[in-house]
């Protein structure tokens, strides 16, 4: 193993510690995401009855707001706001002592942040496999697939949340900036309604962006809604916004570790 | 060649301008305006391998900007620095592995973990062996009473603790080049000494330091030469030595007298000397040039003709030189 990906693995650990050291946080993701499931289950239930919407029936829906449970589990639990505060109270300056990338170490924290979430999400999917049965992957390959999709949300996630991040050395706040990504990740993903709810030119509009490979993506995947084919698209649009979004974020730290001014002390 | 050399180093940062009030926020917001000013302000500094340097000034005079400008934090605005023959902003990464950093007022620390998983991790950034790492751990625990709090959350230690960890922390790769910029803040007496008593065997160990600080015990225990600075640029550099020889020119002996003292008397009594009105009726100070009398001379004449109850005798300290340096009243 190389040095630096030795300090990656050491970064991830120390991460993903951190995060347990706030047990209450796990309980909490529970409740409101295993709470926010609910709802839309009961929602789409009353909605759905035994007729489809856009191609989505009961059966699949089940699937897809699970699918939407732990995409958003992934992304909302992970460590933003660590990151953000670091550049506003000036322990960027630390960090910058550091021999380390510093996307690099920022990408390591916040994946290992994410693999926190992991209890949650099990114990979210568990609750919910028992609760509504839902159906199983299309096929094998489509859940292989789904699995793939969801990998690749690591570093997706990374490369939105990083960039937003990063605005903070222009803007000095992350609340606002959290906020509108948040917003936009729920609508454009397909997490509050399935993008195929939406008319068309939403819908153009929301594969022009990087959200749907959240929600939509890993369900349509596992629902079979497109071909092997369609997926492995649908996989590498999700990989080349992944890379696309960290050397995006490699451009703009240049620019933004120019404007660091930490002030006294 | 130094170690470490600085150039017409300058920092222009810009402030919003606002004015006070909820109509200067409404202002501000419509029609943005900006000042500049200048940090640090033209500097030219050149550290030896080995040196222990002070770097001393008021609040806000640059200090701590300089500090960030050298460690590669900042990028200048004009000028240039190299530490061991790099840029440090360019070549971040291969500057931070030979270069220690401490900011009293910033830990870095992992704030929710363990010391030790704090120290751990850096030790996989830096890619300190196991050995080396025992044994500076060790060494760090021998001086610094480490492992009292090794496993301890660092959100629980004291400041004192914290900057402990912090200073190991900062030392734990054996860099070549330290810089600690307020290593003493809010810290007890018995930290300070301790503190400052590592400092001292790593300055004799030959490591390269550049220390901030407000403390004046700390820069006198620990350095040997001292950069003042002021209003971001360089007003002294020098050894500490030479600073107070070349400054410290007068004595002070305090007078008390068996009687209320009379200052306009007394002075044409010994026209040689300053002679001023104590904080008691019955004493009175009296300032002499040192270079042209000795403190016996003074005693022996002051106490044959006036035969004073009691006195006591003062010499400027440093920190009285620096102040002075501060309000301008000093110049190289």
């Not at chain 1, 114990?123 to 496999?129: C, F, I, N, R, T």
């Not at chain 1, 084919?229 to 120019?258: P, S």
């Not at chain 2, 992992?110 to 060790?138: C, F, N």
């Not at chain 2, 006036?306 to 340096?325: F, G, H, Q, T």
Request: glycine fraction near 8%; include cysteine.
């Amino acid at each position: 193993m190389s040095h630096a990906h030795a300090v990656d693995r050491a970064l991830v650990v120390v991460s993903f510690k951190r995060r347990l050291a706030y047990k209450s946080q796990w309980a909490l993701g529970l409740a409101l995401g295993g709470g926010s499931m609910l709802i839309a289950m009961a929602m789409w239930h009353n909605l759905l009855g035994s007729g489809t919407l856009a191609g989505y029936d009961w059966d699949s829906m089940r699937a897809y707001t699970i699918i939407g449970f732990v995409a958003a589990t992934m992304v909302f639990g992970a460590a933003d706001f660590q990151m953000a505060d670091r550049i506003l109270d000036g322990h960027i300056a630390v960090d910058l002592t550091k021999p380390v990338d510093f996307q690099r170490a920022r990408a390591a924290e916040y994946i290992g942040s994410m693999i926190s979430t992991a209890p949650t999400a099990v114990a979210g999917v568990l609750g919910a496999w028992l609760l509504f049965d839902p159906p199983g992957p299309a096929t094998p390959l489509a859940g292989a697939l789904t699995a793939v999709s969801f990998a690749l949300v690591f570093p997706l996630a990374f490369g939105i949340t990083y960039l937003s991040v990063l605005v903070c050395f222009w803007t000095k706040r992350y609340l606002g900036v959290m906020w509108l990504r948040e917003a936009l990740l729920s609508f454009f993903s397909g997490l509050m309604i399935p993008l195929a709810f939406m008319p068309g030119w939403l819908q153009t509009l929301a594969w022009a962006l990087p959200f749907p490979h959240f929600t939509t993506t890993p369900a349509v995947i596992y629902l079979g809604r497109v071909d092997t084919a369609g997926a492995l698209g649908l996989i590498a649009a999700e990989a080349a916004w992944a890379v696309g979004l960290w050397f995006l974020g490699r451009l703009v730290f240049r620019h933004a570790v120019k404007k660091v001014t930490v002030h006294g002390g | 060649m130094p170690i470490l050399e600085a150039r017409s180093l300058t920092k222009n940062f810009r402030r919003p301008d606002k004015a006070s009030g909820f109509k200067g926020a409404v202002t501000h917001l419509m029609q943005r305006k900006y000042k500049n000013y200048t940090a640090v302000n033209g500097i030219d500094l050149s550290i030896e391998a080995g040196e222990s340097v002070a770097y001393v000034g008021p609040n806000g005079a640059g200090k701590s900007t300089t500090v960030k400008l050298l460690t590669g934090i900042l990028k200048p605005s004009e000028g240039t620095v190299r530490v061991m023959g790099r840029d440090p902003h360019a070549e971040r990464i291969a500057n931070a592995h030979d270069i220690g950093v401490l900011f009293g007022q910033r830990t870095q620390l992992w704030w929710d973990l363990p010391v030790e998983e704090s120290l751990k991790l850096l030790k996989h950034m830096y890619g300190v062996s196991d050995a080396d790492y025992r044994a500076r751990i060790a060494r760090f625990d021998a001086l610094l009473d480490l492992g009292e709090f090794m496993p301890a959350l660092a959100r629980t230690l004291s400041l004192g603790q914290r900057m402990r960890a912090d200073l190991a922390c900062a030392l734990i790769h054996d860099p070549k080049m330290v810089y600690l910029d307020e290593p003493t803040i809010g810290l007890d007496i018995s930290v300070k000494d301790r503190l400052r008593a590592f400092l001292r065997e790593m300055a004799d160990d030959g490591t390269t330091l550049l220390l901030t600080s407000h403390d004046l015990a700390d820069i006198e225990e620990v350095c040997e030469r001292i950069v003042v600075i002021d209003k971001g640029a360089i007003a002294y550099d020098g050894p500490i030595r030479q600073l107070k020889a070349h400054y410290i020119t007068t004595k002070t002996v305090h007078l008390f007298l068996e009687g209320p003292a009379d200052v306009p008397v007394l002075a044409e009594k010994f026209p040689d000397y300053d002679w001023a009105a104590g904080e008691a009726p019955s004493e009175v100070v009296v300032t002499y040039e040192s270079n042209r009398f000795t403190t016996a001379e003074v005693l022996g004449s002051l106490t044959s003709r006036l035969a004073p109850r009691d006195l006591s005798l003062s010499e400027p300290s440093i920190e009285d030189v620096i102040r002075r340096l501060y309000a301008g009243e000093l110049t190289e």
